[in-house]
């Protein structure tokens, strides 16, 4: 494998790199985990763009309309957290549901990109988003990538049918893709492509040395059972009912921001919806909780994605307990996998009284292969080998 650093093997230090995705530093989603390690070899520039959720009135939408007003009231920024790439705003059009305003974001877009980045030749666009297929004609790159981390077409609350529209041309139109897992990758050969396979990293360090104190669960009744994550109709309200209902004491915690979340989660007395949480905190947070949990329902959405959880998860040293999902495949010693509602809420009792078998704890020792420093350096030879 060649490393980010081998500047001589893959000559990228004279590359540009040009990234559409989620906001750098809204979520920390494995594009920003990738792309961070990339930051000391070559030049990038991130661009944050509108979303892909249909746009109907909610405070939620109200709040992120007033947060991406602000983002345009800036020509490029960058973070202070951290090393991070030129972060670029461009105003476009709020929607893409029709070719007038898919039109109007391809020109804005098209026209930003030749206006700020000097040399397109040697420069190479990942993308994460389907939304920017339409450049593919007017944007002439070294080479374009498409990492696919999801299927938009069957996630709740999007605008499935031109998202679908636009992924397919991206699909049939980039120079190379990427995917998070098997299961994505026998879906971009039912559109006649082959994909490279990278799967999510961890920080292993990050993760077993929690660093930042947190008092969030400190007045919560023990023992804690937690999620954290986008709180939607992905997760299975049978299986959270069922945990609840067997609780004698204790609290179930959901952390994470809420996207048309299930109304019955408001009737479930154990459930308490703490709100999203600064990623940093999240170790602390682990180390207090008895159970980690992935109550997913079996959704094709779900058959689809890739966790990043998972492996944090893993890598805090608390038990798992999480329903079968395609994305387990490979890890099913690690964790406890189970398939009805009745079943989970026997085994995080279990788990409660037991904490993390032996077994399952020797198999996580495979962690340590997985960094995301290894991830990136094969992101770099997808983005800039030859």
Known sequence: MIGVSAKADLNIAKHRLIVFADDWGRHPSSCQHLVRNLLTACTVSWINTIGTRSPKFSLGLLHRGIEKLGQWGQRQSKTTKDFAPTIYNPIMYPGFRSAWQREINARILSRFITSHIVDLSETVILSTIP????????????????????????????????????????????????????????????????????????????????????????????????????????????????????????TIALIGPEQDADSTLKRLPRVIRLGPCDFEKLPALAANAAVLIMPYANLPVTRMMQPLKLK??????????????????????????????????????????????????????????????????????????E
Not at 168 to 181: F, T
Not at 312 to 332: M, N
């Open 312 to 385: 944090e998860y893993l890598a805090t040293g608390r038990p798992v307990v999480s329903a079968r999902l395609p994305a387990l495949v490979g890890w099913e010693d690690c964790l406890d996998i189970v398939d009805s509602a009745d079943e989970f809420a026997t085994m995080v009792a279990t788990r409660c009284e037991s904490d993390l078998p032996a077994t399952q704890a020797l198999a996580r020792k495979r962690l340590e292969a997985e960094s995301w420093k290894a991830k990136s350096a094969d992101l770099a030879n997808v983005l800039f080998g």
């Open 131 to 250: 939304i920017v297929a339409d450049l593919l004609e007017s944007v002439h790159v070294r080479r374009w990538v498409y990492y696919c981390v999801d299927d938009f077409s069957v996630w709740p609350g999007l605008d499935s049918n031109p998202l679908r529209q636009m992924e397919e041309k991206l699909i049939n139109g980039v120079d190379e893709i990427v995917v998070a897992g098997e299961n994505l990758a026998a879906r971009m050969k039912q559109f006649g492509r082959e994909a490279r396979i990278i799967s999510h990293g961890i920080d292993l360090e990050f993760w077993t040395v929690p660093v930042t104190p947190c008092s969030l669960l400190d007045k919560l009744q023990h023992p804690i059972i937690l999620f954290w994550g986008l709180i939607d109709k992905r997760l299975d309200l049978d299986y959270l009912a069922a945990l609840d209902h067997s609780m004698k004491i204790g």
